[in-house]
């Protein structure tokens, strides 16, 4: 299935440990480049979460965001720690008798000691179980998303190698149409000159000019790899490298059959033929 590389998911779980949620965006690039940000508390995934995004993903730049929220009752409660507050009581009345100023602190103004308010800690092995299978839940939906987008840009690609097989077709009919212009156009020069119009030396130059306006092997390569693209849009694996290969082929002979062109109307079908290869390759960027 030919894939996009330009895709975003994103997807939420909430439960008892808290809300986890993962945001995935996906761009062109030549290579996987994966870019992760996890909250402190599951930094430690880090190389777990590569590792699966590797296994899915062949090329992109990938954003990958985790966010958590903990769930607030009693598996996050505050807790007081009893048995440090009742250290420092004891030793506030120990100060007051030696100093002969008792005072009773507040409240708050215990919870303003460092380690007297303590937060229940996660299960992290257990957060960290649900945040890996909620990736891979958003993973399944990046790549539906990448498939999709990877369809209609096949299409797109489809339909734009027919239109230049159109178009070299046209070019192929034209070509017999040119070559008894040039013929004219020779005879017509000669007869200008006052020349004597030597039938052997008038097909002698026909056929230098004919050689130089010889473009049949390059219509016969740009039919190849027009097949050759149909064909690995067919293919069940990455294929953006090879795709963007052929693209430069491609341009390559229409660029050679702009330059050998001694006609308007072939002319103006190289230029056609460049624009639609321009699109292509431009279309081929956003594929796996």
């Known amino acids: 299935m030919i894939k996009s590389m330009t895709a975003f998911a994103r997807e939420s779980r909430t439960g008892d440990v808290g809300e986890l949620t993962w945001e995935v965006r996906t761009v062109n690039h030549r290579f996987l480049e994966p870019y992760i940000r996890l909250p402190e508390e599951l930094r430690g995934l880090d190389t777990q979460v590569r590792n699966r995004l590797a296994a899915r993903l062949q090329r992109g730049k990938v954003d ?42 507040t409240p708050f103004d215990l919870l303003r000691w460092p380690g007297v308010v303590q937060e229940t800690e996660p299960d992290l092995d257990r957060l960290g179980s649900e945040a890996l299978a909620l990736l891979e839940q958003t993973l399944d939906s990046l790549l539906e998303t990448r498939e999709r987008e990877g369809a209609r840009l096949a299409q797109l690609l489809r339909e734009r190698c027919e239109r230049l097989g159109e178009s070299a077709a046209r070019v192929r009919e034209r070509l017999p149409e040119v070559l008894a212009g040039v013929r004219q156009r020779l005879a017509d020069r000669l007869t200008e000159l006052r020349a004597e119009l030597d039938p052997t030396r008038l097909e002698q130059e026909i056929a230098l000019v004919a ?17 050759e693209v149909l064909d690995v849009l067919t293919r069940d694996e990455p294929v953006g490298r090879r795709l963007d290969f052929l693209m430069q082929e491609l341009n390559r002979e229409a660029n050679t059959l702009g330059s050998k062109s001694a006609d308007v109307a072939v002319t103006r079908e190289a230029v056609e033929m460049k624009v639609l290869i321009e699109q292509m390759r431009e279309q081929v960027q956003n594929l796996e």
Not at 71 to 89: K, T
Request: hydrophobic residues 45%.
């Open 64 to 105: 990958c965001t985790l966010r958590y929220a903990p769930a607030v009752g009693a598996a996050n409660a505050i807790r007081i720690n009893r048995p440090f507050v009742e250290q420092l009581l004891a030793a506030g009345r120990e100060l007051g008798a030696l100093t002969g100023r008792a005072q009773e602190p």
């Open 211 to 227: 050689a130089r306006l010889d473009v049949d092997e390059e219509l016969d390569r740009l039919g190849a790899h027009i097949e």
